[in-house]
């Protein structure tokens, strides 16, 4: 059997070849050991049942881009999965463009957590400058670290919308001193940051938050989109819940850029399972950076 795993800083999906779907915390090596990851895998019973049975794991992670940080996740899984005769870790920029690129040349862009984009010469991504991202306090536009900072602030400040507010309030509790010692002190600050991002979706205050979104996408545009030579000529596709939920202000976005909008999915781990049962060959193609 095998299993997909597509793991963000908040939460990792995984998808076996019989489309058995189940979800952990995610597992992003700048903060966990293989000991921690391991720990945890352990505890999610729907996994433990079925762990003998799965011969080959691909996992997708943020922060897997280094031979290092590979090591710390394959350690675990190995450890875990004693039965799999493969197992591939990679980074979640390859899971973007094998998912949503279809063997095409492209731009594959993540909102999550975190945000991240490369190119896809329709072989191999392509990654380097600003595409390596520069995580949630230099930079992550547009990602749910990037709108939980924002929204966070604008409380603080008292300058968001009175419903919005009354939400952060009454369902979050929220105070200065606790937002504070979670940013500041704690551990998994951009987790933390990126909880409030659901908040865009939940406020009535609409246009308020289409404005906000908007502002945040247009970042990601100017530093993570148009770093790419002739990038107006591909379509660029995006993966995670940031994008999904506002895809009409993505659109927006990319029509003032003069970019074609790709494909914009949730969860791509249902396209990459897809990918690796159905590989699409290359069609030829090539890009490049400025």
Known sequence: MIIIAESGSTKTNWLTDNK?????IGFNPLFFSSENIYDELMKQEGLLKLKDEITEVFFYGASCSSDDRKQIVFDALKKYFTKAEKIKVDHDMNAAAFSTCGGKPGIACILGTGSNSCVFDSERVLEDGPTLGLGYILGDEGSGAYFGKKLLAKFLYKELPEATAKILNDDYGLEKNK??????????ANVYLASFARVMSDSPDKEFMEKLAEEGFTEFFIHNVCCYKNYKQYPVHFVGSIAFHFKHVL?????NYGCELGIVDKNPVYRLLDYHIHPQPPKGGSMQKT
């Open 179 to 188: 937002i504070y010692e979670a940013v500041y002190k704690k551990q998994h």
């Open 20 to 24: 058995e779907l189940h979800e952990t």
């Open 251 to 255: 659109k927006k976005v990319a029509d």
